[in-house]
């Protein structure tokens, strides 16, 4: 029998993986925040997953933090700005072997949500599974991905990774977590920001050409200096990739802006200044860029933090 699958987050990724482990018979719950969302979870009788056209409802339980059941696996999918709260809120709950599972974006909160809950396993995961909601409780799969999942503290792969399998989750087990998510970082730093600035698809970035190699010259650096020398590899021709493959999307902080919503800036952009600053190591465009979109976040009454 496998323990039961308890998911913070019910976003796009969150709700994603909460449907495919029912579907495939694996236990699921929903942790929400309040009473007001649950009682609108219940009466929309579940979350709906729409694939290929085809949509399935999933009658998934969900409770509220305060619930006291214990939790043993614990997949954390809200933003990364939310995670060290919300598992603190949960912390009481974590069984002494309790395993949580890491789904955010960036870098930062990972280190921050293991240092509150030093007994648990703490999972990071890099995922490019595309999933979007166009009303609350339903999920859209938008396009197939893949997830990278690793412990920098325990190389060993964990059991549930057979959940993953009959669920259809497509995964991967490494011992590298921690260069998926740098490249992935910095990915997102060239690409997101200038997509914010210069109010454009992903596409529009091929007009800004060598903006984009300058910034990916300076990402390079940083990621050499971090000791993180595989994900420097061929960064510039990798972000020129996803640019022209996703070049009619719109870059998941520009929709975030667009929508009035807080971005991850903290733990994107953010998260590669400081840690450049600790280095002492100088990146002027990527800092300049980072000035930049604080300023634009600020005169939208964003935070910028």
């Keep these: 029998m496998s323990s039961t699958w308890h998911i913070l987050g019910a976003g796009s990724l ?53 619930d006291n059941t214990p ?20 912390a009481p709950r974590l069984a002494r072997d309790a395993e949580l599972i890491l789904l955010q974006n960036g870098l930062g909160s990972q280190e921050a949500v293991a240092n509150r809950v030093p ?29 990278w999942l690793g412990d920098p503290a325990n190389p060993g792969p964990p059991g549930w990774l057979e959940d993953l399998s009959d669920a259809g ?10 260069t998926r998510l740098w490249r992935k970082l910095a990915l997102n730093c060239a ?3 200038l997509t914010v600035l210069h109010d454009c698809r992903n596409g529009g970035l091929q007009a800004h050409h060598c903006e984009v190699a300058t910034l990916c010259a300076e ?57 450049a600053s600790r280095h002492g190591r100088q990146l002027p465009h990527l800092e300049r860029l980072y000035r930049r979109l604080v300023e634009h976040l600020n005169t939208r009454g964003l935070p910028s933090d």
């Design 14 to 66: 969150g709700s994603l993986w909460a449907c495919r482990l029912a579907r495939a018979g694996k236990p699921v719950r929903l942790v929400l925040r309040d009473k007001a969302r649950l009682q609108a979870y219940e009466a929309a009788g579940g979350l709906t997953l729409v694939e290929q056209g085809k949509a399935q409802l999933q009658a998934i339980p969900a409770q509220l933090a305060d």
């Design 169 to 178: 989750i497509p995964h991967q087990w490494t011992p590298d977590i921690l």
């Design 71 to 90: 939790i043993h696996r614990l997949l954390v999918a809200c933003k990364a700005y939310d995670a060290e709260q919300a598992v603190a809120q949960l």
């Design 219 to 275: 990402l390079a650096e940083l990621l050499q200096y971090c000791g993180q020398p595989e994900a420097a590899e061929g960064l510039n021709e990798e972000v020129e990739r996803v640019i022209h493959a996703t070049a009619a999307n719109y870059s998941s902080m520009y929709q975030d802006v667009r929508h009035g919503r807080r971005t991850e800036i903290h733990y994107l952009l953010g998260h590669a200044c400081r840690t």
């Design 191 to 193: 690409i997101n920001p």
């Design 119 to 147: 007994h648990a396993r703490c999972v990071f995961a890099s995922s490019t599974e595309g999933a979007f909601r166009e009303q609350d409780w339903q999920v859209n799969f938008a396009g197939h991905g893949f997830n």
